[in-house]
């Protein structure tokens, strides 16, 4: 009897273990479903915090500057900088900090970050927001001004920095939809020469002689500028000349476009004579410009040229006093850079220093030098690693004030949903297995 009792107890356990799997899998396979059919999912975020997204409804937020031991690395446009970096900031500092503002539908009382998902400072501090300003009008009733300083100094490779607020009810909510990146370096990126003139005569061409000269060109898609050559240009043997080249985005005429807005300047001093003149840039991405050199002291030139190269003459012009020349253009041509990878975010001098130049400087001739003509064969290439992977942007950082996510606190609905689901269909599972074993 002992015997049979035993049996029959553990088939009773048997059938009760299977009762509870099918439960757990029946359970599985209505969220699943759910999910797929609803659009739910649940997400959990790998650090110890909710991000963005899942926190959900009445989340405004946006980064205003990004401090580099002391220096404000943003220049102007932050989002813009960011996104352009892929939300990576390169460079060797000791400590970020980022400026902003937030708003959720509770008040926060502390702010600061974690780094790679790991523990959660809580070192920033928050101010009140001015009204009428922007963060007053798009961060809801409980926005504030934050200032987050994150220490970087033992960080080399790429580092995932996740500003976070820990709101009224200690929940602890990612501040932006994306991360921030820092890494001490930036990875090279390919470069390739083009000529945007050919060689000429050897005869000089004396920039100082009109109050301004311009020349308009392009950049070619998935590259940007990195360097702006007059080759081999003469100072008539003159200590001291120089000029400032400014450059802007092309916009139909001449008068038009120089009316717009200036987009960088770079400033060349005590140029060395009958050396190529290196012009450079913050980021000139791919597009049409015109570059326009004034404020010339003492002589400095170019030698002139016999044309255009092919890939530029649909857009090139040259231009004396804001006029069409009657002349060829001076020998020049451009070093392009692969845009894939960003470039460095450094601070904003107010005059761009004058640029190292690529070619050796010569010691200054008191001959004519001999003609150099620009580079028009296909240029070569140099092979660079490739661009480390970063938070892509997806939305702009400050929402419309009516705009309400289709996850987190707006899908709550669905929760009992789920549950409810679930339990029909576990009643059902669990009807199958008693009728069968009625049925035994």
């Not at 273990?17 to 899998?25: E, S």
């Amino acid at each position: 009897m002992t015997d049979i009792f035993l049996t029959k107890k553990i088939e009773e356990g048997k059938i009760k273990m299977k009762k509870r799997a099918t439960v757990f899998i029946a359970a599985l396979l209505v969220t699943a479903l759910t999910a797929s059919l609803f659009g739910y999912a649940v997400v959990s975020a790998s650090g110890n915090y909710e991000s963005w997204d899942d926190y959900g409804y009445g989340v405004r937020s946006q980064i205003d500057r990004i401090i580099a031991d002391g220096n404000d690395i943003s220049n102007g446009a932050p989002g813009d900088y960011l996104a352009l970096n892929k939300y990576t900031i390169y460079g060797r500092y000791d400590t970020l900090v980022f400026e902003g503002w937030a708003g959720y539908d509770m008040p926060m009382f502390a702010v600061g970050y974690t780094i790679n998902d790991g523990e959660n400072i809580f070192e920033g501090t928050l101010t009140e927001v001015e009204e009428g300003s922007h963060a007053g009008q798009y961060g809801g009733d409980n926005v504030s001004y934050y200032s987050i300083p994150v220490p970087v100094t033992e960080y080399k490779e790429k580092t995932k920095i996740t500003l976070l607020a820990k709101l009224e009810d200690d929940t602890v909510v990612a501040l932006n939809r994306y991360d921030v990146y820092y890494q001490e370096n930036k990875p090279e990126a390919k470069k390739k020469t083009v000529g945007l003139t050919t060689g000429g005569t050897g005869t000089p061409v004396c920039f100082s002689d009109y109050s301004s000269v311009a020349f308009t060109f392009k950049v070619e898609e998935g590259w940007r500028l990195n360097q702006f050559i007059v080759v081999n240009a003469p100072t008539w043997d003159m200590i001291g000349a120089g000029l400032t080249a400014r450059i802007y985005k092309w916009d139909k005429d001449y008068e038009t476009t120089l009316n717009g807005k200036c987009i960088d300047t770079c400033v060349i001093e005590d140029h060395i004579n009958c050396t190529s003149m290196v012009v450079s840039f913050y980021y000139i991405p791919a597009g049409e410009y015109l570059i326009e050199f004034s404020d010339f002291e003492l002589k400095i030139g170019g030698y002139d040229s016999t044309g255009v190269v092919p890939d530029q003459k649909d857009i090139f012009k040259y231009f004396t006093n804001g006029e069409i020349a009657d002349t060829n253009p001076p020998q020049l041509k451009m070093v392009f850079e692969d845009d894939s990878i960003p470039p460095e975010i450094t601070p904003a001098p107010t005059e761009a220093p004058t640029p190292e130049p690529t070619e050796a400087p010569t010691e200054a001739p008191t001959e004519k030098p001999t003609d150099e003509p620009a580079a028009t064969d296909a240029p070569e290439i140099t092979d660079a690693p490739e661009a480390s992977d970063g938070a892509k942007a997806t939305d702009n950082q400050a929402d419309d004030p009516g705009e309400k996510t289709t996850n987190g606190k707006n899908n709550k609905w669905l929760v009992p949903v789920i549950i409810i689901a679930a339990v029909v269909i576990c009643a059902a599972a669990a009807g199958i297995i008693v009728a069968k074993k009625k049925k035994k």
